[in-house]
């Protein structure tokens, strides 16, 4: 029970993250990390900090002891595509302002999704 809220919290961090990275926002901070796109344009990885892949991994080892681990690797499969396409969406905006936002949005989910993944009981 104790780790279905769990993956129930993770899920919602992860629809918390794709609200606030890739909505537009006024702030000028830069962003913590760069962002680069394999030629094809489906392959998007966040550089310098925690990738989608490190979300899935953390999420994948926080639920190791749930029962059911086909609805836990769905779970933590669409956390890292959730961040993948933050990711996606924020390299797609216009140089500017509004795009190193949403960058760094996306990337201090991830930072903060790790976290709190790995230090959970």
Same mark, same amino acid.
């Given at each position: 029970?104790? %780790?279905?809220?769990?993956?129930?919290?993770?899920?919602?961090?992860?629809?918390?993250?794709?609200?606030?990275?890739?909505?537009?926002?006024?702030?000028?901070?830069?962003?913590?990390?760069?962002?680069?796109?394999?030629?094809?344009?489906?392959?998007?990885?966040?550089?310098?900090?925690?990738?989608?892949?490190?979300?899935?991994?953390?999420?994948?080892?926080?639920?190791?002891?749930? $029962?059911?681990?086909?609805?836990?690797?769905?779970?933590?499969?669409?956390?890292?595509?959730?961040?993948?396409?933050?990711?996606?969406?924020?390299? $797609?905006?216009?140089?500017?302002?509004?795009?190193?936002?949403?960058?760094?949005?996306?990337?201090?989910?991830? %930072?903060?999704?790790?976290?709190?993944?790995?230090?959970?009981?």
């Amino acid at each position: 029970m104790k %780790n279905y809220v769990l993956l129930s919290a993770c899920l919602a961090v992860m629809a918390a993250v794709l609200v606030a990275g890739c909505g537009g926002g006024g702030s000028t901070t830069s962003a913590a990390g760069s962002v680069s796109t394999s030629d094809s344009g489906t392959t998007t990885e966040l550089s310098g900090d925690a990738t989608p892949d490190d979300v899935y991994n953390a999420c994948i080892d926080a639920l190791k002891d749930v $029962n059911d681990q086909q609805i836990v690797q769905q779970g933590c499969s669409q956390a890292r595509d959730a961040f993948q396409q933050c990711a996606t969406a924020a390299s $797609n905006a216009p140089e500017g302002s509004a795009r190193d936002t949403a960058l760094k949005a996306c990337q201090d989910a991830a %930072n903060q999704a790790v976290s709190q993944l790995q230090s959970s009981p």
